[in-house]
């Protein structure tokens, strides 16, 4: 019996044949993501910068519309209004979260798993449901109106209490991260040298956490500057520049003079971001291989104070979201108490109906499972594809831009350069599907650092080893860089989900008859008066979102239970 053997140079014509094939899959996905940035982010940015510059017929009118704005004392006032805004809110949520973050990870505080639960809360309800529960507390037959001594509450008082309390677990997370990372032995040098808890805390704390403190400042400032949501509900004739937008657009059809404040908007939000980007390359490591993770020791004392100070932002979370629940419930405010359903009967309302929770509920889900997808690979391939560094640099150039983009902008943006004519991608607008973009687009940054930090911590060596054994590069994504980094995974579904479900700036001006959503039926049925079932559909945003990060939590203890036992025996 004889054997035909493939002559040697036939093999490594077959091998460099695969070679070839991998590089060029990968050259493609590199192109093929850097493209997707680019029509979903470069090109609507740069119509909404051309259409700032133009007059109603199209004609270049240079800086023409920027000096009718600047004209109107009005509109140049809402800029004044946003940074005073911004920067008390800032501070409030900045000085609240280094409480509670510091109680949460240096004490032993009693009911420490209850309140970091609870701390959460706001995070999974939509900017615009605190502002509505803000109205049956403190408006004009509030239960606490007398609580202002006479102000009022539609206007800075509300909008900064609302955006507070939306923008609290962002910090409160960012600064909690901050504060873990810390080595134990510069707290041991401290009680050596007999330095007090509180020159300790302002000589070796606050030092060891500055960056946390900066990029948390920044991170809330940008939030409050770019939100729309709680402005629109609750600022009454405070204007803002999110809400000038607004106006323009929907109320007086001036999408030049919309563009303006959009371009406005777009500069201290990208000014906060090259801000943060540079305080963190100035970050260097504090948690070397020879540091000792800090453990908290039981102080009674100590512990029960910081539980008091917590407890009014505990129990100032529980108010807002339990008076939001309990305004949905209530039949006629406040004349008739008895609690009912009655607000839940969306199909009566002006606000899209039911057909808008479901539409929504499409809508996350097809944001999560494309969105996952997407930005995944394209993490991988600025993190793992050799070579080709210039695609690769710009493409994770690219994946930045996103995070200083305010939601408002790129949505008007959108109508600009998907509803041309001219645009051969014309036909998605109106549909489903540019709201999933939109969406993916915008939340697109956070989940590619989070995919990035994930790749990261994988070895090289596996890509180098599965090459020199000639197994495509897809075969190792497969097979072992998706499974290792299914957490990773798992967390960017569960976030783009939720923030679907919650958008409103972002796709405000881009629903249609057929695809409204439910989070713009929150602010429709505001607008027309009808406030309790926006706080019922507010509240059901919110408890879906629960339901559906208990559900992320289930299945993600089943699955990493049986992809992640290589943790536990590499543990052991």
Same mark, same amino acid.
């Given at each position: 019996?004889?054997?035909?053997?493939?002559?040697?140079?036939f093999?490594?014509?077959?091998?460099?044949?695969k070679?070839?094939?991998?590089?060029?899959?990968?050259i493609?996905?590199?192109?093929?993501g850097?493209?997707?940035l680019?029509?979903?982010?470069?090109?609507?940015?740069y119509?909404?910068?051309?259409?700032?510059?133009?007059?109603k017929?199209?004609?270049?009118?240079?800086?023409?519309?920027?000096?009718e704005?600047?004209?109107?004392?009005s509109?140049?006032?809402?800029?004044?209004?946003?940074?005073?805004i911004?920067?008390?809110?800032t501070?409030i949520?900045?000085?609240?979260a280094?409480?509670?973050?510091?109680?949460?990870t240096?004490?032993?505080?009693?009911?420490?798993?209850?309140?970091?639960?609870?701390?959460?809360?706001?995070?999974?309800a939509?900017?615009?449901?605190p502002?509505?529960?803000?109205?049956?507390?403190?408006?004009?037959?509030?239960?606490l109106?007398?609580?202002?001594?006479?102000?009022?509450?539609?206007?800075?008082?509300?909008?900064?209490?609302?955006?507070?309390?939306?923008?609290?677990?962002?910090a409160?997370?960012?600064?909690?991260?901050?504060?873990s990372?810390?080595?134990?032995?510069?707290?041991?040098?401290?009680?050596?040298?007999?330095t007090?808890?509180?020159?300790?805390?302002?000589?070796?704390?606050?030092p060891?956490?500055?960056?946390?403190?900066?990029?948390?400042?920044?991170?809330?400032?940008?939030?409050?500057?770019?939100?729309?949501?709680?402005?629109k509900?609750?600022g009454?004739?405070?204007?803002?520049?999110?809400?000038?937008?607004?106006?323009?657009?929907?109320?007086?059809?001036?999408f030049?003079?919309?563009?303006?404040?959009?371009?406005i908007?777009?500069?201290?939000?990208?000014?906060?971001?090259?801000?943060?980007?540079?305080?963190?390359?100035?970050?260097?490591?504090?948690?070397?291989?020879?540091?000792?993770p800090?453990?908290?020791?039981?102080?009674?004392?100590?512990?029960n104070?910081?539980?008091?100070?917590?407890?009014?932002?505990?129990?100032?979370?529980?108010?807002?979201?339990g008076?939001?629940?309990?305004?949905?419930?209530?039949t006629?405010w406040?004349?008739?108490?008895?609690?009912?359903?009655?607000?839940?009967?969306?199909?009566?309302?002006?606000?899209?109906?039911w057909?808008?929770?479901?539409?929504?509920?499409?809508?996350g889900?097809? *944001? @999560? %499972?494309?969105?996952t997808?997407?930005i +995944?690979?394209?993490a991988?391939?600025?993190? !793992? =594809? &050799?070579?080709?560094n210039?695609?690769?640099?710009?493409?994770?150039?690219?994946?930045?831009?996103?995070?200083?983009?305010?939601?408002?902008?790129?949505?008007l943006?959108y109508?600009?350069?998907?509803?041309?004519?001219?645009?051969?991608?014309?036909?998605?607008?109106?549909?489903?599907?540019?709201?999933?973009?939109?969406?993916?687009?915008?939340?697109?940054t956070?989940c590619?650092?989070t995919?990035? *930090? @994930? %790749?990261?911590?994988?070895?090289?060596? +596996?890509?180098?080893?599965?090459?020199?054994? !000639? =197994? &495509?590069f897809?075969?190792?994504?497969?097979?072992?860089?998706l499974?290792?980094c299914?957490?990773?995974?798992?967390?960017?579904?569960?976030?783009?989900?939720?923030?679907?479900?919650?958008?409103v700036?972002?796709?405000?001006?881009?629903?249609?008859?057929n695809?409204?959503l439910?989070?713009?039926?929150?602010?429709n049925?505001?607008?027309?008066?009808?406030?309790?079932?926006?706080?019922a559909m507010?509240?059901? %945003?919110?408890?879906?979102?629960?339901?559906?990060?208990?559900l992320?939590?289930?299945?993600?203890?089943l699955l990493?239970?049986r992809?992640?036992?290589w943790?536990?025996?590499?543990?052991?």
């Amino acid at each position: 019996m004889s054997v035909a053997l493939s002559p040697p140079g036939f093999l490594a014509k077959n091998r460099l044949g695969k070679l070839g094939l991998d590089r060029g899959l990968q050259i493609a996905g590199v192109v093929i993501g850097i493209l997707f940035l680019v029509v979903t982010m470069v090109l609507p940015l740069y119509a909404i910068l051309s259409k700032s510059v133009e007059n109603k017929d199209g004609d270049f009118v240079g800086w023409t519309n920027y000096l009718e704005y600047a004209s109107n004392p009005s509109l140049l006032n809402s800029i004044t209004n946003s940074f005073t805004i911004a920067i008390i809110t800032t501070v409030i949520v900045i000085s609240l979260a280094l409480m509670t973050a510091y109680a949460l990870t240096r004490t032993c505080m009693p009911f420490k798993g209850v309140v970091r639960v609870l701390v959460m809360g706001p995070i999974f309800a939509p900017s615009l449901l605190p502002a509505i529960s803000l109205v049956y507390l403190f408006g004009n037959q509030g239960v606490l109106k007398s609580w202002l001594m006479g102000e009022s509450v539609y206007g800075p008082i509300g909008i900064v209490i609302s955006l507070a309390f939306w923008c609290f677990p962002h910090a409160v997370m960012i600064i909690t991260t901050a504060l873990s990372n810390t080595d134990a032995r510069l707290y041991e040098s401290a009680r050596a040298l007999r330095t007090s808890p509180i020159r300790t805390f302002f000589t070796v704390t606050l030092p060891s956490i500055k960056y946390g403190l900066i990029s948390a400042s920044f991170v809330v400032f940008t939030l409050v500057i770019t939100d729309f949501g709680a402005p629109k509900v609750i600022g009454g004739q405070y204007n803002v520049l999110a809400t000038d937008i607004y106006k323009q657009v929907i109320g007086q059809q001036n999408f030049q003079m919309g563009a303006v404040v959009s371009v406005i908007l777009f500069l201290p939000a990208i000014l906060a971001f090259t801000v943060d980007r540079w305080v963190q390359r100035k970050q260097v490591s504090l948690l070397t291989a020879r540091a000792e993770p800090l453990v908290p020791k039981k102080n009674p004392l100590k512990d029960n104070v910081m539980l008091l100070l917590c407890l009014p932002v505990i129990i100032t979370i529980i108010g807002v979201l339990g008076m939001a629940v309990y305004a949905s419930l209530v039949t006629f405010w406040p004349y008739n108490l008895e609690l009912s359903f009655n607000n839940y009967q969306f199909d009566l309302m002006d606000g899209g109906g039911w057909e808008a929770y479901y539409n929504s509920l499409e809508m996350g889900l097809y *944001t @999560a %499972l494309f969105g996952t997808a997407i930005i +995944f690979t394209n993490a991988y391939l600025v993190e !793992k =594809v &050799p070579g080709i560094n210039g695609l690769r640099t710009l493409l994770h150039l690219g994946a930045m831009i996103p995070l200083a983009v305010p939601g408002l902008v790129l949505g008007l943006a959108y109508i600009f350069f998907f509803n041309s004519p001219s645009n051969p991608l014309n036909s998605l607008y109106g549909t489903l599907a540019i709201l999933v973009i939109c969406t993916i687009a915008h939340y697109y940054t956070v989940c590619h650092l989070t995919a990035v *930090t @994930a %790749l990261k911590q994988i070895d090289s060596e +596996f890509e180098a080893v599965s090459a020199s054994l !000639k =197994v &495509p590069f897809y075969v190792t994504f497969w097979r072992v860089t998706l499974p290792v980094c299914l957490p990773a995974l798992l967390d960017i579904f569960i976030y783009l989900y939720v923030n679907a479900m919650n958008t409103v700036s972002a796709v405000v001006f881009l629903y249609s008859s057929n695809t409204m959503l439910a989070s713009v039926a929150v602010l429709n049925m505001d607008d027309a008066g009808d406030i309790a079932p926006a706080a019922a559909m507010g509240v059901l %945003l919110m408890f879906t979102c629960i339901g559906i990060k208990l559900l992320h939590w289930g299945m993600s203890h089943l699955l990493l239970e049986r992809t992640q036992r290589w943790r536990n025996r590499s543990a052991t």
